[in-house]
């Protein structure tokens, strides 16, 4: 991934940028090969002839720029990949630089707009070539001359040891007679010293930081600096299982996200993230709480309504490809939780906020009083019937503790003896409805017998403390029943009664391995939980990069990438193990 901390581009390893979408991450898609073939829009970059497949890759050093590299007989060749923080249009810049030799280069632009579905009016404005159709414009700037046939513009040139031959891609609205001129070496030289001023503000120094750090800067990438929003994934539809129907479009924000996010970002040292992060969700859920949804877009939009682009094959034949998310819509109990326990938090740190945001809380609160015995779709997003989830209602729990703790720790107003029953009310529930005694663990929803991952996060948020027998068991009946070669299912998929009302299957959830590992320190047993730890690492890509999941099958990560939700529990895992306790939330 490359990206401007607006939108983001994914570069293969053959030099193929296979999807970028402009100007934001939830625009169309001008290249997006990924989710078909190279008619629906790409942009190759390398050697002439030899292996397509660079060589080597890195980013360069704590960046986001990424540097390729291709053995050839005649020569070495880098491709420097990156997209400048934004000053005002978005731009990907690539660099060709002769390394040794003289190495024979192509290259072919295909955009297209829409998702793949619309061929640009290509011409040229003296010597740039521009691409227009409806409201988008590509201007690419390069003193190398493509030429077009067959709907590409494509060359072949050559590079010599010490040359560097630049490329910049910009996208303007149509209207826009003239691009914004950049010089590609300038802004090379700009996007490092951003990135490494942006990274020296971490506080962690532990064993795992380059882990660290590479997650924090995906983390960073993924935020849409505008708001302060963060996006799951850059990408949608790329699927939980190939070849099947278990594809998302990703491209918003979760309010699931929100209190490991503020908490990564906060004990990384990154407060004005945290606080940007805080800020757009107070935004974003503000007005009546029976309305709050459980994702929201990049600048707190509540309309993500999905479609299917049926003109796309989708990754690896995995259809259909969706755009927009219907689980917006769903009634998710738990995002009350999330809410309250993100700007309890936020407080408990030291990120302040006005009374507002204390008026909205004793809204949620009110509001939860009425709801929460109601049945939810649960925090997996379930496309089956109702139930009365365990972790939903352990969140709703959340909610009352920290209106609580709020008014004994701060001092706030409001009716705590009430919400003191009301907190009780719900704890002694899921103990009856929730807790499956012969067994000794808590079960996916009441009067169930399968498991849930989630039930993992009931000490992390203080249900429970970690040394009650019914936590460790329940532990021990996920580690039992949910690992499938040594990492976490979400859920069983395969049973004829689950939740899960979807053909097909997925891989192991990354961020369920995460609380795993996490879980296991925290009852002591931490060389299990660094060795777990330590094979989620080794799942990463040649760059350092987390899908959602990983299919233990075919040994390959699925789901949508880079993922949020994978990286932010590498952080706070790795920050536990660097102290050797677990919990740093459940206080």
Request: charged content about 25%.
């Amino acid at each position: 991934m490359i990206g401007d901390m607006q939108t983001a581009a994914l570069v293969g390893r053959d030099g193929s940028i296979d999807w970028a979408c402009l100007p934001d991450f939830d625009s169309s898609a001008c290249f997006a090969a990924l989710l078909g073939d190279e008619q629906n829009g790409n942009w190759t970059l390398r050697p002439a002839d030899g292996e397509p497949r660079a060589t080597r890759r890195r980013y360069r050093g704590d960046t986001l720029i990424l540097e390729s590299e291709w053995d050839t007989e005649t020569g070495t060749v880098r491709v420097i990949d990156f997209m400048p923080p934004r000053g005002g249009a978005p731009h990907i810049v690539r660099i060709v630089e002769g390394i040794s030799g003289r190495v024979t280069m192509c290259t072919e632009l295909r955009l297209r707009f829409d998702y793949g579905h619309v061929v640009p009016w290509m011409h040229r404005t003296g010597s740039e070539l521009v691409a227009i159709a409806g409201p988008d414009a590509v201007w690419l700037s390069t003193p190398v001359n493509l030429q077009g046939h067959n709907f590409t513009h494509d060359t072949t040139f050559t590079v010599s040891a010490g040359q560097r031959v630049p490329f910049v891609l910009t996208w303007h609205p149509s209207q826009v007679e003239e691009s914004d001129h950049l010089d590609a070496e300038k802004a090379l030289s700009r996007t490092e010293r951003f990135w490494e001023k942006w990274v020296s503000q971490c506080t962690y120094d532990g064993p795992y930081r380059e882990a660290v750090i590479r997650s924090l800067i995906v983390l960073k990438a993924l935020t849409y600096r505008p708001t302060g929003g963060i996006v799951a994934a850059p990408t949608t539809s790329l699927p939980e299982e190939i070849g099947g129907v278990r594809n998302w479009d990703y491209r918003y924000c979760w309010l699931r996200d929100a209190t490991i996010t503020l908490e990564a970002l906060i004990r990384s040292g990154y407060t004005d993230e945290a606080l940007a992060w805080r800020e757009w969700l107070v935004r974003a859920v503000a007005g009546e709480p029976q309305l709050m949804q459980i994702m929201y877009g990049i600048r707190g939009e509540r309309r993500l309504t999905e479609w299917e682009a049926d003109w796309l094959p989708g990754y690896e034949g995995s259809r259909p490809v969706r755009i927009g998310n219907a689980a917006v819509g769903q009634y998710q109990l738990d995002v009350y939780g999330e809410v309250m326990d993100v700007l309890h938090l936020a407080r408990r740190t030291g990120i302040r906020g006005g009374d507002y945001l204390w008026g909205l809380q004793r809204s949620l609160v009110n509001y939860l009083e009425w709801c929460w015995d109601e049945p939810d779709e649960g925090l997996w997003e379930v496309r089956g019937p109702r139930q009365h989830f365990v972790h939903s209602k352990v969140m709703a729990w959340v909610a009352a503790d920290r209106a609580v703790r709020s008014i004994e720790e701060f001092g706030k107003e409001g009716p705590i003896e009430r919400w003191k029953a009301l907190r009780d009310t719900i704890h002694a529930e899921v103990c009856e409805y929730g807790y499956d005694p012969q067994r000794n663990t808590f079960t996916q929803y009441y009067g169930s017998k399968e498991l849930d991952a989630a039930l993992l996060l009931i000490p992390e948020v203080g249900f429970l403390p970690y040394d009650d027998p019914r936590v460790i068991g329940t532990i021990e009946a996920v580690r039992k029943d949910l690992m499938v070669d040594g990492f976490v299912l979400r859920y069983r998929t395969d049973l004829e009664n689950s939740a899960d009302q979807l053909p097909g299957d997925e891989g192991a959830f990354l961020a369920c391995s995460f609380w795993m590992a996490n879980a296991l320190l925290s009852i002591g047993r931490q060389d299990e939980a660094r060795d777990l730890f330590e094979r989620l690492l080794a799942l990463r890509n040649d760059v350092g990069l987390l899908a959602e999941e990983w299919d233990p099958r075919i040994g390959r990560q699925v789901g949508n990438f880079p993922q949020a939700f994978s990286h932010v529990p590498l952080v706070t895992t790795a920050l536990n193990l660097a102290d050797r306790q677990g919990g740093w939330r459940a206080e």
